[in-house]
């Protein structure tokens, strides 16, 4: 995504629709994207399997 990162797209997708759940996937650990998350985001790190991408698929429409 030139000239945009994952949390400045968050920022923008948020002004549209601010109830709007995300699952942020990332080769980076939890820890380094912290301050990005918030209400109604999860983290899915790098490598994942389909059954780890199906489970926080679950719990983030669950919640």
């Given at each position: 995504?030139?000239?945009l ?24 650990t ?32 669950q919640d």
């Open positions: 995504m030139p000239g990162d994952g949390p400045g797209l968050v920022k923008k997708m948020r002004a549209d629709n601010p109830a709007l759940k995300i699952i942020f996937i990332s080769g980076y939890e820890e380094k994207l912290k301050d990005h998350m918030g209400d109604s985001i999860w983290f899915l790190q790098k490598p994942f399997t389909l059954k780890q991408l199906a489970e926080k698929v679950k719990e983030a429409i």
